[in-house]
Structures are given as C-alpha cells and as structure tokens.
C-alpha cells in the first residue's frame, strides 16, 4: 500500500500553527513511508473563502519546506463530482430531502431540550413520497439534504487512541448538503479522500466528533475506510485555548517577526511527538528519519514559547551574516529591513549582523540589539560610572582614551591595533571599556567596544567620546 495523505485546509484566513502542525505531519509521515503529500483547498464556503487567504497557505507552506506531491486541488472545481454522489445517494434511498424551516427546527430542538432529550431530527420529511418531494420542489421551497443514519452504537479505530464508540442515535439525520450542487463539509471532505486514494487521515483531536458521520458516507457507499489517527491539540501556555496574547499567530506574523523556517519546524514537530535521544535541536531529515506515527502522543501539547524564541537563536547563530542578509532583501516580509543595510557598506553590515545575532532571538532583534549603529541615543551621566571611581576620574578615562585616540590614522583604526592602544591606558581595564563602552553605544551591555568602534570609525567614536565628556 502506498501511503496517501493530506492537509486540506479552508481559506478563510490565515495559517495558524496549529493547522501548519497538522501539515508538518502528514508532510514527514509520507516522506517517511515514500508515500504521498497532497494538498486540497477545502472552499466551498463561498462567503468566507477569499483567495488572499488560499496564497497565504501556499506561501506559508512554501517557506517553511513542507512541498506538497499533488494539489493544490480546490473543492470548489469539483461541484460535479459531488453532485453525483449526492444524486447516488438519493437514488439509493441512502439520503433524503428535508424541508423542514428553520424554525421548525429550532421550535423542536427547543422542545427536545425541555425533556431532557438529546436534540436531533425527527425524521419528518423522511416519510415524503417522490411526488410530494417533487410538488414541493416545484413550488420552489427551500430544502436540505439528510443522511439517513441508523440508531445503532458505531465503533471505530484510532491509530492513537484505539477504540472509540459512538452512539449514532444522539446524531440523527444530519445534513450532508443544501442543495445537490451545495455539499457541507462531512460530504465533501470524505467523498475528496475517497477519489484522492487517502490511506491515513491525520488531523486535530478537536474533529473527533465529525469523523463517526464522515465514516458514516463511507458505509454509506461501501467504499474503504480509511485510518484515522487523531494528533492532539495545542494548548496555550496556561492550558487554555490558544489565543492571540498566547502566540495564536499566523505563519505569516512569525515569519515577519523574523523567525526561521527551521526554527519553527523543529518547534512544532515537538509539539505532541519527541525524537528517539530527546534532542530538541533536530532539522527536518531527522525528523523523517526518526519519525513513527504510533510515538505521537495522546495528552495535549502545551505552546511554549520560550522554548520557540530559544530555538530561533540557536537557528539564527548558525547562520553566517551573509546568509542572514539575503534573507532580508529576499523576503518580502523582511524587507523593510533593508532600511539598517543603507548605512554602512556590505563589509561592514557583515560585522555588524556578528555582532548583532549573539544577543538576538529573531532576525529583527538583530537591529534592535545593536540600534545605536543606526541611530543617535542619550544616556544618563551616571551610566558612564566604573566601581568606585569619581566621575571626574572616569572624564580623565574618557580623555585619556579620546587622546590615544585621535592621533591613530583612519587606516590603522582597526581592532587589533586599538586593543594594544587601549590595553596599555590602565591596568583596571574596567576603567577604561566601561566608560568607553556607554559613550559609544548608551547600554549597559553591548557587543564589545573595540568591534563597534572599527565599524563606525575613527570620527564618529571621537564625537561619541567628546559627547560623553561634556556630559561630566
């Protein structure tokens, strides 16, 4: 058997972690077993589905290396198909029409609820003849078509979670389309996995639910049913429902924020599965490597996003500067970033990244952590003060360094040189870099003070020093 899966997303927004979780699975279980990654566009919901959102998936995936096999397939170019099954099923008194209102719907659910009874339908329309089915559809009335669903207990196997039971009474006759050319999402998306040749369906925990009636078409038609393996959901970091503030994101923000394609792989493909020697630090052909799909876990991941930012830094470390600035004038979301390169020449952008990337997160961090290169900054006097040294003891430091300084030729103004220079003013070598160190950057930490002065140069660290002076 070859293995045939998908990831089979709606477009009406943007790509979340969660959903791209979803993907990364599939994704390594097909490369694991030389099997098939297919992606289906699920947009039949004509109002919601927008094709802003359809690009924002195929990008997203793109950028974090997940490449589909076959796809991207669109529901809504294969109206025909479902058309037929749903006729198939009419003509096998497998389905019927309803044209019950929706208030009569809701005035019997109330009802149903008043007696403490598990609201369903009521099978109304079920006894209809083909002629009064007829009439009515003549006189235009509106109608939905039902799955005829015996009252019996459905039991089902999970890769994960082994046998799951269900009481298809509580369920009823459950709509499957609103007209033959309409299919709602528990016809479509089984009747797609069938024609698709899907083996596994690996989604969330959360559709747990839809499955016994997607299972239900399957019987339904007598075709194959497929393996389900349910991954769990992510958690927020308190446990609750993911949300906004507890780094719900989309793919697209992550990627803004200067995150790493890799970084983010390697973090969600431990959200819910762990490799062999629990190295967290794994790239992807590891991941294929290692990966068993009986080893994902039940319990519900939680969203750490410390670890995810620590992550990115080890990613971001191992990136060489040049690396780093591709990357920003090639990635449309990193764009604006061009903005920092404007100063200083490619050589020097080379440093300045270095010297950047050891205290930052994100690729965007990068600029923040070293902001004075770009920019004028203030400070308080007090900062400039080393231990117990008067502050007129540090203005004679700053004058001292100022004078050793100002005499050195703008080609030899390079750090090797300027360590020797520095090196000889004091044996307290504190004395010497802490002052120098605010003057130039205004931080209490900073990278070290010879690098930065090599890249801005011999005038600007002589203003940044006479600044610092007349500040005592």
């Not at 990654?37 to 359809?54: A, G, N, P, Q």
């Not at 109330?110 to 209809?128: E, F, V």
């Not at 769990?232 to 949300?243: A, T």
Request: net charge positive; with cysteine.
């Amino acid at each position: 058997m070859t293995v045939r899966v998908r990831f089979a997303p709606s477009p009406t927004g943007n790509l979340h972690l969660g959903s791209v979780r979803t993907a990364l699975f599939n994704f390594v279980f097909a490369r694991k077993n030389n099997g098939v990654f297919i992606l289906r566009i699920e947009d039949t919901d004509k109002e919601r589905s927008k094709k802003e959102y359809v690009d924002d998936i195929l990008e997203s995936l793109r950028w974090l290396g997940i490449n589909w096999d076959e796809g991207p397939f669109f529901q809504s170019e294969r109206i025909s198909l479902y058309q037929k099954i749903i006729e198939e099923l009419l003509l096998k008194d497998k389905a019927y029409y309803c044209f019950c209102t929706k208030e009569e719907l809701e005035q019997k659910r109330q009802y149903q609820i008043s007696q403490g009874i598990a609201p369903k339908y009521d099978r109304k329309c079920l006894s209809l003849s083909k002629n009064e089915v007829n009439a009515k559809i003549s006189q235009g009335l509106s109608y939905v078509i039902r799955l005829k669903v015996p009252d019996k207990i459905l039991v089902f196997n999970d890769l994960l979670r082994g046998e799951i039971k269900y009481d298809l009474s509580l369920i009823g006759d459950f709509v499957i389309a609103k007209s033959e050319t309409e299919p709602l999402f528990h016809l479509s998306t089984p009747i797609d996995d069938y024609y698709q040749g899907i083996t596994h369906i690996i989604r969330g925990a959360d559709h747990i639910p839809n499955t016994p009636k997607q299972i239900m078409i399957y019987k339904a038609l007598n075709w194959k049913i497929p393996i389900y393996v349910h991954i769990p959901l992510i958690l927020g970091e308190g446990g609750g429902k993911l949300s906004k503030r507890h780094g719900a994101k989309s793919i697209a923000e992550y990627r803004k924020d200067g995150f790493l394609p890799e970084a983010l792989v390697n973090f969600l493909i431990l959200l819910g599965w762990h490799p062999q020697q629990d190295n967290e630090v794994i790239n992807i052909k590891q991941i294929i490597e290692q990966f068993n799909l009986e080893k994902i876990e039940k319990k519900s991941a939680i969203l750490n996003l410390k670890k995810l930012f620590w992550l990115n830094k080890v990613y971001l470390r191992n990136k060489s500067s040049e690396e780093i600035i591709n990357m920003i004038e090639n990635d449309s979301m990193l764009k604006d970033l061009i903005f920092y390169l404007k100063f200083y020449d490619y050589e020097k952008n080379l440093k300045i990244i270095e010297l950047g990337k050891e205290r930052a997160n994100t690729i965007r961090e990068i600029f923040e952590t070293v902001k004075f290169f770009f920019e004028s900054f203030d400070y308080p006097r007090e900062l400039l003060a080393w231990k117990n040294y008067s502050l007129e003891e540090i203005k004679k430091s700053l004058i001292n360094t100022y004078e050793s300084l100002k005499n050195i030729s703008e080609d030899n103004f390079k750090a090797n040189y300027l360590k020797l220079i520095l090196d000889s003013l004091s044996e307290d070598k504190g004395y010497v870099y802490w002052p120098l160190r605010v003057a130039l950057t205004g931080l209490q930490a900073s990278p070290p003070p010879i690098e930065i002065m090599e890249i801005i140069g011999k005038n600007k660290t002589l203003n940044l020093l006479e600044k610092a002076i007349n500040k005592i």
